[in-house]
């Protein structure tokens, strides 16, 4: 993963004691040494010279690009950076001349404005920084101007810049049995992002409730449908035109799914359709 963000010319924030001895075997000129000491900040391909990417990655504090301030960057997978990059299925990531790095999530309707404050608070908590939120058209956007953060959810995520060909991420996809709640982390921010409930006004109406996700990609349900399975939900999975549709149906599945999966945005929606019945 460090040989991944060497390779963008990146720099690691790093203990000072750590560099002394690293960087006294490197011939660096006086004014290099004592600049790299008093920033802690060195370019990754140099320290990776002297060292494993293991131990860089385990004593780094943060990663940076030329221009920006570190940010820190998460040791270790929990349900909450799944989370994120669940709820990431409806965002993209843009580049401009290869400097600058955005990653923008938009959501419009209610509650929208609360979660995408959720989601800065996690990105807060996980990276170090301050996303932007923005009013935009009908609803709110986030957007975090971050190379580190961008080539981190690229690299460990395999997010790419056309949501269309994003399948599910090979770190998601290999969780072990121990992990579960990773996976649970990630299906609920998917369904955040890009799931639907029925209403009760629907429901009232017809009679009928239902769950369900949409995607382009039909891989990325499949691996949803495989893994609400292995929980005991029936899921179905379709093709709706150019869309994918994975659906529960009835009460049973609904609190089933409500049981199993910690949703954030659409919490308050699917417990009031169930308190209906």
């Known amino acids: 993963m460090v040989l991944l963000f060497a390779k963008n010319k990146l720099f690691a924030k790093l203990p000072h004691r750590f560099l002394v001895e690293k ?13 790299y000491l008093s920033t802690g900040i060195v370019p990754l391909p140099l320290i990776l010279k002297e060292s494993g990417a293991d131990e860089v990655w385990g004593k780094a504090t943060a990663f940076c690009s030329r221009s920006k301030p570190p940010v820190k960057i998460p040791r270790k997978m929990d349900s909450e950076l799944a989370y994120l990059a669940g709820a990431l299925r409806d965002g993209s990531v843009s580049k401009r001349n290869g400097v600058e790095y955005t990653i923008s999530l938009f ?22 920084i301050a996303p932007k ?18 080539l981190f959810f ?12 994003w399948a599910t991420p090979k770190i998601i996809r290999e969780l072990s049995a121990t992990e579960i709640n990773i996976g649970k982390g990630y299906v609920a921010g998917f369904f955040d992002a890009e799931g639907y409930v029925t209403s009760i006004e629907t429901f009232r109406k017809t009679g009928k409730t239902k769950l369900a996700f949409y995607q382009n990609n039909r891989d990325s349900l499949l691996f949803i449908s495989e893994f ?11 093709r709706d035109g150019e869309k994918s549709v994975l659906v529960l149906y009835g009460k049973d599945q609904l609190m089933k799914f409500h049981a199993h999966i910690p949703i954030l945005r659409k919490k308050k929606r699917l417990s009031s359709l169930l308190n209906s019945f």
Request: proline share 4%; charged share 30%.
């Open 23 to 35: 960087l006294g075997r490197e011939g660096l000129s006086r004014s290099s040494y004592f600049h």
């Open 107 to 128: 959501q419009s309707g209610r509650h929208s404005y609360s979660w995408l404050r959720k989601i800065s608070s996690i990105f807060r908590s996980k990276f170090g």
């Open 133 to 150: 939120m923005e009013a935009d058209r009908d609803g709110h956007r986030v957007l975090i101007h971050s190379k580190p953060v961008a």
């Open 154 to 165: 690229e690299s460990v995520f395999e997010m790419p810049k056309d949501q269309r060909f």
């Open 228 to 238: 609400l399975a292995k929980l005991g939900l029936k899921p179905h999975l379709y």
